[in-house]
């Protein structure tokens, strides 16, 4: 996806939560007496318009210590876009992509020709939840017709981590013993994740991070992170497809290397260990280092491989300093 639109996405999502944090910070209420023993608070205003709460609704109480959390599960209006040529230019997949994440329900497009139409309906794939639900000439209906529940986050982004982990140890495999063949196959699993991390994206843009509203924005970015180390793995096999040499024990050696690097970040993530962390730190230095070396002394597709090894580690470390946010 290109940056430009990226960058659109994260700041309507920045704007979105950061905004709504601002609005409803600092609120003082005072106790009134109901009666000989009931004490009661009003709820603000704004809040309960942005929760979409109403008389009867039930709300979450939780009491912390000298902290007293009153928490709602929100009715989430369903939101609609129409986009059209003249006013958005030319419509392409990502653009549908980002239209997801940013939590449309109903997405109405007009499109130019039949290769538009087809990018369309190849990236609405990809989108969990999305269908056509109506074809017009030069017009297409699109609607979420199955509502992700914020419970399904953790699965599916426990799905993108295995996705990846098993990406990076079938190319190894498949360089090891030159089934270059297997490579178009492998490439397959990375449209996989990009569907898992769309729908992560989606669920913290319409719902938040449950766990931790107020490292919503964290998770969102390690969520985008976890995305770019898989393309890079794509990169991969797109490089070797039609290849017939070896490639060297050594550079497979360090494929391993950065296979393990990532998976030892996946094992942090769920399972915090200070261990885990110092190895994070001092190993993505060591790994770099020996990355440069091997680009210096390779040409060709070899060090092109490196290249991209490189970049995972640089993006697994990206991934780790939104977790290390994460938990602070």
Same mark, same amino acid.
């Given at each position: 996806?290109?940056?430009? =639109?990226?960058?659109?996405?994260? =700041?309507?999502?920045?704007?979105?939560?950061?905004? $709504?944090?601002?609005? $409803?910070?600092?609120?003082? %209420? *005072?106790?009134? @007496?109901?009666?000989?023993?009931?004490?009661?608070?009003?709820?603000? &205003?704004?809040?309960? %318009?942005?929760?979409?709460?109403?008389?009867?609704?039930?709300?979450?109480? #939780?009491?912390?210590?000298?902290?007293?959390?009153?928490?709602?599960?929100?009715?989430?209006?369903?939101?609609?876009?129409?986009?059209?040529?003249?006013?958005?230019?030319?419509?392409?997949?990502?653009? $549908?992509?980002?239209?997801?994440?940013?939590?449309?329900?109903?997405? +109405?497009?007009?499109? @130019?020709?039949?290769?538009?139409?087809?990018?369309?309906?190849?990236?609405?794939?990809?989108?969990?939840?999305?269908?056509?639900?109506?074809?017009?000439?030069?017009?297409?209906?699109?609607?979420?017709?199955?509502?992700?529940? +914020?419970?399904? !986050?953790?699965?599916?982004? %426990?799905?993108?981590?295995?996705?990846?982990?098993?990406?990076?140890?079938?190319?190894?495999?498949?360089?090891?013993?030159?089934?270059?063949?297997?490579?178009?196959?492998? %490439?397959? @699993?990375?449209?996989?994740?990009?569907?898992?991390?769309?729908?992560?994206?989606?669920?913290?843009?319409?719902?938040?991070?449950?766990?931790?509203?107020? &490292?919503?924005?964290?998770?969102?970015?390690?969520?985008?992170?976890?995305?770019?180390? =898989?393309?890079?793995?794509?990169?991969?096999?797109?490089?070797?497809?039609? /290849?017939?040499?070896?490639?060297?024990?050594?550079?497979?050696?360090? !494929?391993?290397?950065?296979? @393990?690097? !990532?998976? &030892?970040?996946?094992?942090?993530?769920?399972?915090?260990?200070?261990?885990?962390?110092?190895?994070?730190?001092?190993? *993505?230095? #060591?790994?770099?280092?020996?990355?440069?070396?091997?680009?210096?002394?390779?040409?060709? &597709? #070899?060090?092109?491989?490196?290249?991209?090894?490189?970049?995972?580690?640089?993006?697994? /470390?990206? =991934?780790?300093?939104?977790? !290390?946010?994460?938990?602070?």
């Amino acid at each position: 996806m290109d940056i430009l =639109c990226i960058s659109i996405n994260i =700041c309507v999502f920045l704007e979105r939560f950061i905004n $709504l944090s601002l609005l $409803l910070s600092n609120m003082k %209420r *005072r106790i009134v @007496q109901h009666g000989s023993s009931s004490l009661t608070i009003t709820l603000p &205003r704004k809040w309960v %318009r942005v929760m979409g709460l109403e008389k009867g609704d039930e709300l979450e109480v #939780e009491i912390e210590g000298s902290d007293l959390v009153v928490s709602a599960k929100p009715r989430f209006a369903l939101e609609k876009k129409v986009v059209t040529v003249s006013e958005f230019g030319v419509f392409t997949k990502n653009n $549908l992509a980002h239209l997801y994440m940013l939590g449309y329900d109903e997405v +109405e497009v007009q499109f @130019q020709n039949e290769k538009g139409l087809e990018e369309i309906k190849e990236r609405v794939l990809d989108c969990i939840g999305y269908e056509i639900i109506e074809q017009k000439p030069n017009r297409v209906y699109i609607k979420s017709i199955a509502h992700t529940l +914020e419970d399904d !986050f953790d699965v599916l982004l %426990r799905k993108v981590f295995l996705v990846t982990l098993e990406m990076g140890k079938e190319l190894v495999e498949a360089l090891a013993h030159k089934e270059y063949h297997k490579l178009k196959e492998i %490439r397959h @699993q990375e449209s996989l994740n990009n569907k898992f991390t769309m729908a992560c994206a989606r669920i913290l843009n319409k719902r938040g991070y449950s766990k931790h509203p107020k &490292r919503t924005l964290q998770m969102y970015e390690l969520v985008k992170h976890l995305e770019r180390v =898989c393309d890079e793995y794509k990169y991969i096999c797109d490089l070797f497809v039609g /290849y017939t040499k070896e490639v060297s024990p050594e550079l497979l050696e360090f !494929f391993s290397q950065v296979n @393990q690097y !990532f998976e &030892r970040f996946y094992a942090m993530f769920y399972k915090f260990d200070p261990q885990h962390k110092e190895y994070i730190y001092k190993k *993505r230095k #060591e790994l770099i280092a020996k990355g440069n070396e091997f680009i210096s002394n390779n040409t060709g &597709r #070899e060090a092109l491989l490196v290249h991209y090894l490189v970049n995972i580690v640089a993006k697994t /470390y990206d =991934c780790a300093g939104a977790y !290390f946010a994460l938990i602070l």
